[in-house]
Each structure stands twice: as C-alpha cells, then as structure tokens.
C-alpha cells in the first residue's frame, strides 16, 4: 500500500525516525521471509536422502564372497539416489588413482592464478622415473606444456609427468591439505611427502576409500568440488583414459565415462562416472591384499571389476 504523506506539522527529525523505523520493519520481515525459505529449501533437500539398494547389494556381495583378498565397493546412483556400500571407509592404497588429488591440486592453482594451463615447463633428465614412461624418453632440455604433462598423468598414467606434476602443484602436503580443506580425511598423498614416510610403507604412493574417491568424481560431475569451468575440464580430462580394458571396458563405447584406475602387484582399483540414458552412476571398487598377483589380462582382481561393470551397467540399464 502507498505510505500516508507526512503531516507538515511534524519537525522534520520525527518524519525521519518514522521513515527509519518502517525501513528497519521491512528489512527485518525480508530476512524472515528469505530465512525460512532456506530452511524450507535445506529440509527439501535432507528429504532427498540417500537410502541402499538392498538388491544390488546382495548382488554385489555375491560377487566378492570368492574373492582372493581385501575389496571395498561404493555405488550411487544420481536418478535413484541409492547407494551401494561395501567396506566404503576402509582405507585402501590408490596406486595411480592418486593422480586425481594431484590433478585438484594443479587445477586449483590455476583458479588462483598461481599456474596456467598452457604454462611450458622445461624437461630435465634428473625427473626421469624408473621405467617405461613416455616422458622419461624425452630429450634433456625440451619443453612441454603444463596441460600435456596432465594429459600424460592421466590418460597414459605417466609416472614420471605425474611425480613432476606433484612437485608442481605444491607438493603432498600441500595437496593433503587441500583434500582435508574439502572435506576428505583419508584420501593423501604418501610418497614424497615428509611426515608420511612410515604410512608409505603401507599404503604406497597414496591412500583413499570407495566412498571418498567415489564423492571426488561424484563433485567433480555435479561441479561442486572447485566449481565450473574447472571440474567440468577434470572431467574432460578424467574421460580419455588409455588403460580401458578392465571396468571401463564394459561400458558402451558411445557413453561418456570419467575414469581413473590404479595398479600395483597386490592392489588394483577404478573408480568411474557413467553418464547413461538411463541411468548416471559412480563406481569405484578398490582392492588390497590380493592372492592373485598377475599382470596377465585374467587377474583375478581385474576380473572382478569388470565383471561388477558389467553387473551395474545392466542393473541400470
């Protein structure tokens, strides 16, 4: 409603104080209203709470009954919002999935302007790491682009770019506190990190849980972990996985999947963002422990996730 003019007849000091007054009334009835707007907003949201596939579970433990060592199993599906949670807060090693919390770190720097995508680096001899890497073959003095060496960590999983990576992106301490900055408390950075010798023996180069890796990719998908444009270029960058024979393989190859997988003798792990039809899932099986050390196609531990894939790509298909 229109406010009543003043009275002429009021000292200008009261015609203020009144003017005052209902602007203070009508701030305060906007905060209320906006108040319980979000409250309404926030008890909506809790109402849409994750709850478990009972019957996927039961599928999935049947898997793992025979298994040959140590597996833990996190599965959410985003149209359903159930979850599938199998030893989920065991910490297992990552191997190369440590290579996710490196890349958060390196793209995190670039959102502060520390680093740029497209920043040459010079390659010194002094960086090559044991074994077969593409990097290590490159001449003593040659330059490459920051955004290669991440294409290198991640799609070929080249170690030697990867350990450079780490020290580019401020080392594992600082990538660890980062991970605890974001909420994830047991997903670090061993190898190359002072203070972390000791837990190294044990869990190698990194650590992390099915559920923790599987909320890393499930917010670098929804774009709720650095914020877009970044986690949409990890996710571009997480779907050009070279090493596409165990659970990747088992999905259609017209689907978009974000993928990350780690392997060491005893230790072989995936984590994956399926983008279906109809259905959008996150998978990621990690294993420790394993009897079946092989490097041959048929590991018992690599037959196990692909298998699980193949499973859920038919449950939610």
């Not at 190359?192 to 992390?208: D, F, K, S, V």
Request: aromatic share 12%.
């Amino acid at each position: 409603m229109p406010q009543q003019p003043f009275s002429s007849t009021f000292p200008y000091q009261i015609q203020y104080f009144i003017a005052t007054a209902k602007s203070i009334r009508f701030v305060f009835r906007l905060l209320i209203v906006t108040l319980l707007a979000s409250i309404c907003f926030h008890i909506t949201a809790l109402g849409q709470s994750v709850s478990t596939d009972k019957k996927l579970t039961a599928k999935l433990q049947s898997y793992l009954k025979n298994f040959h060592g140590q597996a833990g199993i996190y599965v959410y599906s985003f149209q359903q919002h159930k979850q599938v949670a199998i030893a989920p807060d065991t910490v297992f090693p990552t191997a190369s999935m440590v290579k996710v919390p490196i890349l958060i770190a390196l793209m995190d720097k670039i959102k502060a302007g520390e680093l740029q995508y497209h920043q040459t680096f010079t390659y010194y001899d002094s960086l090559a790491y044991p074994g077969v890497d593409m990097l290590a073959s490159f001449k003593n003095g040659e330059k490459i682009e920051l955004s290669k060496l991440i294409l290198l960590m991640l799609s070929l999983s080249d170690n030697t770019a990867s350990l450079w990576l780490q020290a580019i992106a401020g080392g594992g301490n600082h990538i660890n506190n980062l991970m605890d900055s974001l909420g994830f408390k047991q997903t670090r950075v061993n190898s190359r990190t002072p203070g972390r010798e000791a837990i190294r023996l044990q869990y190698g180069w990194g650590q992390t849980t099915p559920y923790e890796m599987a909320m890393i990719m499930k917010r670098i998908a929804s774009g709720s972990l650095l914020g877009e444009p970044y986690d949409d270029k990890m996710l571009r960058l997480l779907s050009r996985n070279y090493w596409d024979e165990e659970a990747l393989s088992q999905i259609p190859a017209n689907v978009f999947v974000a993928s990350k997988n780690g392997a060491v003798d005893a230790s072989r792990s995936e984590v994956l963002y399926v983008n279906g039809k109809k259905g959008t899932y996150i998978f990621c099986i990690c294993t420790n422990h394993n009897t079946d050390q092989s490097w041959e196609t048929n590991n018992e531990a690599w037959e196990l996730s692909r298998n699980i894939s193949k499973l859920l790509w038919e449950y939610y298909h």
